[in-house]
């Protein structure tokens, strides 16, 4: 796995960064310090090429805003004014407070925050989580991306994984709905122009003219939210048509004939008048679907950040179910792949009682402010909820609580970050040892130490065990060393034997079922009974008006723009946000800008009743009418004012499972002097 060439040497590594891709990689160390991170072919899909984010990585390693000592608050919160303690001082008070906070007010009181950040299956949920859970802490709902995703997934399908990327060669059919794989899962698109060089179609729906839009048959760009619509269009189209598989659906599905009522309302005149599209262009993609196979859908996130998203995301997996396109290879969907290992519910922490209260995130900013029954101490790792989550002004008042004991673990100093208490210094994925596995591709991959842990930095792992040592909350006789945790993480999922000795061979596994299955071939729904369901009576109950429901655009007159929010080349969700510190500009449609008097580069503010953006203004003819575009991931360095787009975002939630409405925003605009 290592290979040296004098001082030189290179290390086979995985990128475990919040991405569908997953890429393999080739970490160059010389004289002690990584030189170059490249891509390397192990993992089939990602071809040994990588984004200029993570060959940039190197500058997170050693840059100015590296964290390389402990830090204890000297200035007023937020400030950024920090004096460096040694790690036992740092860990001591931590510990300190934490026995304080929960002494007086009981482990509810104490709120962990942690999302994907840039870590696999040994950094998160491992020791950390048996440290808040032996305190009794509140429980965080991880609900910021995903969520309703995975709940409409699991609804129909039980989470059966889809498409391979490689298998969009071999489909006539390509549809991208709400995914913009040239910025996000950038390994999806030569399997495109694969197929595409093999005269596949090529149909995008998209509220912006992304790059594969330039290139489609077919655009259609929806108003941010009516994605619902869209495909219920589709499926009454299809069932009006007799191009419904009704002999795969009485096989295959349940709930067809509820699907077929609540879908019978949409009529495509009816659905294009509420998205803001052509009519003739909802048949003519309702009508290429129907009559070509293989056909796939590359469903993105993009379509379950607003107030509809889970039942969007639902009505779009159902559309391969009734037109009958699975069962031959480059057929059905593709949404998120994780389940392909399902090493998630084996962890050797155990359940948190039911009672322990739940903060969803989406929320965070509402829970840092309520005053009933306060979070007293907030313990951030892998995750920069100050720009990452809605309501943000809601969240900065929330971290300025002078009575708040802020936690901060990370690798760079981070908005977050600024206003903690206590800063503890972490180390990256090429300094300690992982496990992780993508969500688009579907190996599982391990990646050992390209160098020594930089400055002072600590993994998870060791910082985490040495808390719940400090506490007394360690057992004797648990998984201890970062072997035995990976060891029954791999055993909680079928042969862990063959995974731990294809991990130590070839530094990656594939699933049991093959890196390329074919949807009722290879595998089945993995609901109970093995069926599709097309109407899960859970969702049914769950969402506010049922599944399939549509509710309408929020927009109003005074604030009548909606701003979408999609992720750029730059970062990865916010992270590596520190490497980006341009200003942006806001786009908007000519026309949208001209009503305005607003000409590119002039100064703007965006604004709505939970805050403003101030920045300058972009004319983008790429956008409809009617949307604003800043985007995904931004830091307080990136605009005028320090606010970025979530500053805009209510923390609504979706109809399924609480997920984020970040596509709800909706604002206007105005030039300033
Ligand atoms: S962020 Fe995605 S594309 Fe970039 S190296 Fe990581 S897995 Fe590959």
Redesign the pocket.
């Known amino acids: 796995m290592t290979s040296d060439l004098s001082s030189s040497k290179t290390v086979a590594s995985a ?9 393999s ?1 080739e970490v160059t160390v010389e004289d002690g310090r990584v030189t170059r ?1 490249d ?1 390397s072919r192990r993992q089939p899909a ?1 071809a040994g090429f ?2 200029t ?3 940039r990585f190197p500058r997170r390693l050693y840059g100015e805003d590296r964290l390389l000592h402990p830090l204890v608050r000297r200035g007023a919160k937020g400030s950024g004014d920090f004096r460096p303690v040694s790690w036992d001082d740092a860990l001591e008070r931590v510990a300190e407070e934490i026995r304080r906070v929960h002494e007086r007010w009981g482990g509810e009181a104490i709120l962990p925050v942690s999302y994907g950040g840039s870590n696999g299956y040994l950094s998160q949920d491992t020791t950390d989580a048996r440290l808040f859970r032996r305190l009794g802490a509140r429980r965080l709902a991880r609900t910021v991306c995903a969520a309703a995703t995975t709940r409409a997934a699991d609804g129909l399908y039980g989470r059966m994984p889809g498409v391979a990327y490689e298998d969009y060669a071999e489909a006539r059919l390509i549809v991208v709905w709400g995914a913009n794989p040239s910025t ?4 999806l698109v030569p399997f495109i122009r694969a197929a595409r060089k093999r005269g596949a179609r090529l149909v995008v729906v998209d509220p912006r003219r992304v790059p594969l839009a330039a290139q489609a048959d077919l655009h259609l760009a929806p108003r941010p939210g009516s994605d619902l619509v869209l495909a219920l269009a589709v499926h009454r189209w299809l069932f009006e048509h007799g191009a419904a598989d009704l002999d795969f659906l009485a096989r295959h599905a349940t709930g067809v004939d509820e699907l077929r009522r609540r879908a019978a309302p949409w009529t495509v005149e009816r659905a294009a008048a509420e998205a803001g599209v052509e009519a003739r262009e909802i048949e003519a993609f309702a009508r290429l679907y129907a009559a070509t196979s293989p056909a796939v859908v590359r469903c993105g996130w993009g379509v379950e950040r607003n107030r509809n998203g889970g039942s969007a995301v639902a009505a779009i997996l159902a559309l391969p179910a009734v037109a009958g396109k699975f069962g031959v290879r480059g057929g059905g969907f593709t949404l998120s792949n994780s389940s392909a290992w399902r090493l998630d519910g084996e962890r050797p922490i155990g359940t948190p009682p039911p009672s322990t209260p739940v903060v969803n995130m989406n929320r965070l900013g509402r829970h840092l402010v309520a005053p009933d029954r306060p979070i007293r101490l907030l313990f951030v790792y892998n995750a920069n909820p100050l720009a990452t989550l809605p309501e943000q002004e809601t969240v900065r008042a929330g971290l300025l609580r002078d009575d708040l004991f802020t936690v901060v673990f990370d690798q760079v100093m981070t908005d977050t970050a600024r206003h903690a208490d206590v800063v503890l210094p972490a180390t990256t994925f090429l300094e300690h040892r992982e496990l992780s596995r ?1 969500y688009g591709t579907m190996a599982l991959q391990q990646a050992l130490p390209a160098v020594p842990p930089i400055g002072q930095a600590r993994s998870n792992h060791d910082v985490f065990g040495e808390l719940c040592r400090r506490l007394g909350l360690s057992r004797p006789g648990e998984p201890e060393t970062l072997d035995d945790v990976a060891r029954s993480l791999l055993d909680g999922d079928g042969d862990g034997d063959a995974t731990a000795r294809a991990l130590a061979d070839e530094g990656i596994a594939f699933p049991p079922f093959g890196r390329r299955p074919v949807a009722f071939v290879d595998l089945r729904p993995r609901t109970a009974d093995g069926k599709i369901h097309l109407l899960p009576e859970a969702l049914d109950r769950e969402a506010p008006e049922g599944l399939y429901a549509y509710r309408p655009d929020p927009a109003s007159e005074r604030f009548p723009l909606a701003l979408i929010s999609p992720a750029t080349r730059r970062t ?1 969700s916010s992270t590596l946000g520190e490497l980006y510190r341009q200003r942006v500009a806001v786009e908007l449609h000519p026309d949208d800008a001209a009503v305005r008097g607003i000409r590119s580069g002039d100064r703007v503010r965006v604004w709505n009743e939970l805050g403003e953006v101030r920045c300058r203004a972009r004319i983008a003819g790429d956008l409809r009418p009617g949307v604003a575009y800043l985007p995904k991931g931004l830091w307080s360095h990136n605009t005028d004012n320090g606010a970025t787009a979530n500053a805009l975002v209510p923390a609504d939630l979706t109809d399924l499972a609480g997920g984020a409405c970040f596509n709800d925003a909706r604002v206007e605009i105005e030039r300033l002097g």
Not at 184 to 187: E, P, Q
């Open positions: 990128c475990p960064l919040d991405c569908p891709d997953h890429c990689l991170v891509g990602t990588i984004c984010k993570v060959r996000s899962g950038i390994h993508g990865i």
